[in-house]
């Protein structure tokens, strides 16, 4: 893979990214896309919210969002009309499983389309029920990613071993399965730990309390992982599609008391980072044998080696996949820079928006703002920026708290 001939590195990814892009747009139009997107909430973890699928304009959507954006999000590669089944006010599979009509109307669609099927999470019972009543009509729909491919790579503690042979530098950890393991886990490991749940949450902790209370809610097993001094989070995401594994593209994540609340692309920095770690970026894309669909490595810059450590692999779409998947669509001048970002609202909207807007680097004319349940109940929004001049991720979490009195995330 990305041994195509060309003179440098820099361009072999590009031209890798480009036939990553080839193959997303396959999958999604060969897609019915469930947005699972009320069934799960989990404090400051919205990740199900924002991978609106409808950004990327798949041919048939389940959803209960309200797509502030729709008209000027869709993709310009896109073909034929969009089919949205709204469920208002409730998890879009729970309705699907609950009600016959919307069941059959779906069902239908996928049928007369030959599409298979797709959810942010894999793991829904709800969805070999909507694939049964494809069958019953003389097609049976693929669930892509595979239920039980995707429940193999869900969790944490399973992915411990994935990860360390990827490289040496892996920070130590630990998998804990009682409260007896996370105490020695920290004394071992502290002064400072980082606490993931089998859902890929994770907190920071300095005292044994703390990892006390964070295994409490999470419940057993979780990992406890020493922490690292890192100058950068960067995040790879590649797909798998009929025989291809491709990249997609390599960008910072924002954090926000690690928890991810949203990503900075910049051509330059992705080339960067590409260049320099070859190698460990292409041993990352194969390491789920027989995947199809999207998947993602988490990394750690090592502020100390300038290593990248992998901490985190994501076998399932991430929350910024299709945000910066239709950035990077819906331009035709060259990859540029892309700024996609949650914002939990403590201030109306409209306030939000206004301030950011005229104070704030990180958004321009360009921006738009897309999410929000069609009951207006939702204090969760997002925005897209394309075309933004390079700044750096210090810069809008600096221009942002500055832009308003209270932060927006």
């Not at 990305?2 to 890798?16: C, I």
């Not at 925005?383 to 009195?405: F, G, H, K, P, Y």
Request: glycine share 4%; proline share 4%.
């Amino acid at each position: 893979m990305l041994d195509q001939g060309f003179a440098t590195r820099a361009e072999r990814w590009r031209a890798a990214c480009d036939e990553g892009l080839e193959l997303a747009r396959d999958y999604v139009s060969s897609h019915a896309f469930v947005h699972d997107d009320l069934w799960k909430h989990l404090p400051d973890d919205f990740d199900e919210l924002s991978a609106h699928p409808t950004l990327y304009h798949a041919p048939v959507v389940v959803t209960s969002r309200q797509l502030v954006a729709a008209n000027s999000l869709k993709s310009t590669n896109s073909t034929g009309a969009q089919q949205v089944i709204r469920t208002p006010g409730r998890s879009p599979l729970e309705v699907l499983a609950a009600s016959t009509a919307k069941r059959e109307e779906l069902a239908r669609l996928v049928v007369s389309n030959r599409l298979h099927l797709s959810a942010f999470y894999s793991d829904r019972s709800e969805l070999l029920t909507l694939q049964s009543a494809a069958e019953e009509l003389g097609w049976k729909p693929q669930i892509h990613p595979d239920p039980a491919q995707y429940s193999a790579y869900a969790h944490h503690a399973e992915n411990l071993s994935i990860l360390r042979g990827l490289v040496e530098l892996f920070p130590q950890s630990r998998v804990c399965n009682s409260a007896t393991e996370a105490f020695g886990a920290f004394v071992e490991l502290g002064p400072e730990v980082f606490v993931k749940g089998i859902d890929s949450s994770a907190s920071r902790a300095n005292t044994a309390a703390r990892v006390e209370e964070i295994a409490t809610d999470e419940g057993f097993p979780i990992v406890i992982q020493k922490a690292i001094p890192a100058t950068s989070s960067p995040t790879l995401q590649w797909i798998s599609w009929k025989g291809a594994v491709r990249p997609l593209f390599i960008a910072d994540q924002l954090l926000r008391n690690s928890h991810h609340v949203g990503n900075v692309y910049s051509q330059r920095r992705e080339e960067q980072i590409a260049i320099k770690y070859w190698e460990l970026l292409i041993l990352c894309m194969n390491t789920l044998d027989g995947w199809q669909g999207v998947a993602g490595m988490d990394f750690l810059e090592d502020s100390q080696s300038r290593t990248l450590i992998p901490v985190d692999l994501n076998a399932r779409f991430n929350s910024s996949t299709f945000p910066i998947l239709h950035g990077l669509e819906s331009r035709n001048e060259g990859r540029r820079d892309i700024v996609y970002r949650r914002h939990v609202l403590e201030l109306p909207l409209e306030q939000v928006q206004y301030a950011l807007e005229n104070n704030s680097q990180s958004t321009h004319v360009n921006t738009k703002w897309f999410g929000g349940s069609v009951d207006g109940s939702d204090n969760v929004t997002f925005s897209l920026t394309v075309d933004r001049d390079e700044i750096s991720v210090d810069q809008i979490n600096a221009n942002l708290s500055a832009a308003m009195n209270v932060a927006p995330d």
